[in-house]
C-alpha cells in the first residue's frame, strides 16, 4: 500500500476526522486550552504558590472546561457573523 491510498493520519498516527467535524474540534481545543490557561491564573491569583496548586488548578480546569465548551458552541455563530460586520471579507 503506497502512501497516497493511505488515510491521512494525525500527529499521535490516528486517522483524521471528515471536515464536517471541524466545527465541534476547534471549539473543543479553543475551550481545552482557554480554560487552562484562565483556570490556572485565577488559581494562582486566589491561592497563590500553595503545595496542591496542580490538584486544586485541574479541579477548576474541569469545571471551567464544562462551562467554556457549551458557552463556545453557543457563541461561535454570534462570534462569526460579528467578526463578518468588523472585518473586510476578500
Known amino acids: 500500500m503506497n502512501s497516497a491510498s493511505r488515510p491521512p493520519r494525525t500527529i499521535l498516527g ?3 476526522l471528515p471536515a464536517r467535524y471541524a466545527g465541534f474540534v476547534m471549539p473543543f481545543l479553543l475551550s481545552v486550552f482557554m480554560s487552562g490557561v484562565v483556570s490556572l491564573i485565577s488559581t494562582l ?3 497563590g504558590l500553595v ?3 496542580p490538584r486544586l ?3 477548576a480546569w474541569v ?3 464544562g462551562i467554556a ?3 463556545l458552541l453557543l457563541v461561535l455563530p454570534v462570534v462569526r457573523r460579528l467578526t463578518r460586520l468588523i472585518v473586510e471579507t476578500p
Open 69 to 71: 465548551f457549551p458557552t
Open 14 to 16: 490516528l486517522r483524521k
Open 51 to 53: 503545595h496542591d496548586l
Open 63 to 65: 469545571v471551567s472546561w
Open 45 to 47: 491569583h486566589s491561592l
Open 57 to 59: 488548578w485541574i479541579g
